[in-house]
């Protein structure tokens, strides 16, 4: 009896001790991840009328990425890459994204930074677009993967019948062509704390001021227990229907994707003063980007791929490659530009170290790209693998990239870059086999515009990416599809459980 005492007592005050050592050392960490914001969408990217003061500012004091990409082209498998460092298909987050009635979700066997960083002693918090599921009993929902906290629309607002999406009333627009209302017959769109419905239909009009309250209090809140924190802020802006608070209607020169864009830049900002206030700005790592390329589906009302080829749902680089700024006063020298090559699968190993925690033992595709972040050097990475946004194990990764190169075994187009879009090749319902592969090199031709496969002296560049590309598949092991799993409407988040007529009765007034 006396024994356990006395063990007991060591305990807490080991559990104290962790605490306070942790806290002196351990640095915050903020991922703040954007929906459908293209490589050409952001001021210091080259948009000509984005307003984005706060993230030029946060790339002016940090380290801006040329060569950063998100490993999925679509949302709910980019969103699976990014939390467990492994590519999409492992966790079986495909094909296409998970839906509110979706039985399947992110498997609870996945390791997630959150649950990494929370095992290191810090207070963890999720807000916004998860999209990796909800399931019965809220199985899938966030706070059961390491987020004690979680506040938001847990999916695209775009599945809710949103009616209404800019000041002072004016309805969403769904498309260019496809009226003004959102497409779906699911219920109201949901904004949960933690587990608990607190508003259906959800008001996307106030949704960024509440986001970024919740931000402000669980960072100021942690600062004062002297705990460190991570917080994963997943926007909902700017997939499709745009939507922006009052303060931001009619806001900029870019019109209604500008407004929103522009209101998660000011929720940026309200981010980055909240750590200057709490005086812990040069103690956390802050990274923002975005979860694939541009929905150019929706023309001027959609997002920018730059120079770069196609968007969101297809293999060419304008859905994969994103804007992406890492800032730490004092850790990241400001002012840097890098073309090093990284991608969202390098978060969880880079932000793992920082938290002093070690990796899961799986399979990771990630790498710490920490030299890069920190040191000005090389980025360790000299591969990525593209996989299609309906992968086949039998065809496998549609296009490689070793080092600057790229090659295209296959290309498609998708209704999401664009049915009216002046390049043919993002069309939907083109998928071309290439053999020999397109071969473009991206330092030379990041557009994607000459195709090098003829020339003699690449033969062996793409024999190279044959062989590793060979490797790479013989090695992978697939994940059951998650999103072929069952659906069930009466999953949808509702507030009132059972109620009659479903789904149009699950509100909360
Ligand atoms: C999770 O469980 C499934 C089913 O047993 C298994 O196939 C998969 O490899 C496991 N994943 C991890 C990351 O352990
Ligand atoms: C915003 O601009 C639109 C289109 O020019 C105009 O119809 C509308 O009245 C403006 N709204 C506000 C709140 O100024
Ligand atoms: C944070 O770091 C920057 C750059 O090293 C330094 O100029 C500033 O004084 C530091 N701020 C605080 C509050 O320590
Ligand atoms: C593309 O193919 C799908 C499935 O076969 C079909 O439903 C859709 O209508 C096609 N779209 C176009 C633009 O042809």
Redesign the pocket.
Known sequence: MKYEMVNYKLGMFLLIFLRIHASSSKPNVVILFADDVGYGDLGCYGHPTSFTPNLNKMAEDGLLLTSFYSAANLCSPSRAALLTGRYQIRSGIYPFVLSPDSTGGLPRNETTIAQILKNQGYRTAMIGKWDLGIGKDLVHFPTNYGFERYFGIPYVHGACPCEKCFYPNVGCQWSVFGGDKCGFDNTYCPIFQDTKITQQPADLMTLMEDYSSFARDFISQSAREGSPFFLYYAFNHCHFPQFAGKRFRNFTERGIYGDSLAEIDWSVGQVIDQLRENGIENNTFVFFTSDNGAALRDMYYGGSSGMLKCGKATTYEGGHRVPAIAYWPGQISPGQRSPEFTTTLDLLPTITKLGGGSLPKVTIDGMDMSSVLFQQSKSPRDSMFYYSAFPEQKIGAYAVRYKNFKAHYYTEGS?QSG?YNPDADC???NTVKHNPPLLFDLNEDPGELYNLNMKSQYASILLDIDKLKIKFEAAMTWGTSQVNKPKDRRLEPCCKPGCDPFPSCCRCD
């Open positions: 209704p049915m069309h939907p319902n």
